[in-house]
C-alpha cells in the first residue's frame, strides 16, 4: 500500500509501508516518478520521466512542507485510489478498499489516470471526481446493483 499523504499542482506525494528506514516520500504525476530523500535534508534520490522544471517545482513543494513531512509523515487521506487494472480500480475509504468495475461505473473507463486519481471526498462516504463530474455515495459503490445505469420505466 501507498499512503497518500496530500497531492499539490498535480503531483501526488505518497510514502510506501514497510520501505526503507531512511525517510524519504515518492511522488507521481501523469508524466513520471521521483523518490526525494528528506533526510538529512530534501535531496533527489531517483528520476523516472521528470522535466528539470519538474524535479524543481517538487523540490519547492518538499521544501514548503518540509516540517508537516518530518512531523506527519504518516498521516494519510482517507480517500484515495490506489491501483487501477484494465478492468477497473480500487478505492480506499477508512481503511477498506472497494473494487469499482467500469462495467458497473463506465465513467471511468476511457479517463486518464490522473483524472480517476483526483478523487475527493467532500462530506463523509460520498466522493467526487472533480475532473470527471462523478458523484458516487459508498452505497452505490457497494452496490451497484441497486442504481441500475438505465432507467426501468
Not at 26 to 52: C, I, M, Q
Not at 76 to 101: A, Q, R
Request: aromatic share 16%; hydrophobic share 35%; with cysteine.
Amino acid at each position: 500500500m501507498s499512503p497518500t499523504v496530500f497531492r499539490e499542482r498535480g503531483y501526488r506525494f505518497f510514502f510506501f509501508s514497510r520501505e526503507e528506514k531512511r525517510m524519504h516520500i515518492h511522488v507521481h504525476s501523469e508524466d513520471g516518478e521521483v523518490k526525494f530523500w528528506l533526510e538529512p535534508k530534501v535531496e533527489l534520490a531517483r528520476n523516472y520521466r521528470l522535466s528539470k522544471h519538474q524535479l524543481n517545482e517538487i523540490e519547492s513543494i518538499l521544501e514548503e512542507h518540509y516540517d508537516e513531512l518530518k512531523t506527519h509523515g504518516k498521516t494519510i487521506l482517507n480517500t484515495e485510489v490506489t491501483n487501477i487494472s484494465s478492468h477497473g480500480f480500487w478505492l480506499i475509504c477508512s481503511e477498506i478498499e472497494y473494487f469499482l468495475s467500469y462495467t458497473d461505473f463506465p465513467w471511468f473507463k476511457d479517463a486518464s489516470v490522473g483524472r480517476i486519481l483526483n478523487v475527493e471526498e467532500p462530506i463523509e462516504y460520498h466522493f467526487y471526481w472533480p475532473d470527471l463530474d462523478v458523484d458516487l455515495s459508498l452505497d452505490i459503490i457497494k452496490n451497484p446493483e441497486k442504481f441500475p445505469l438505465e432507467s426501468q420505466i
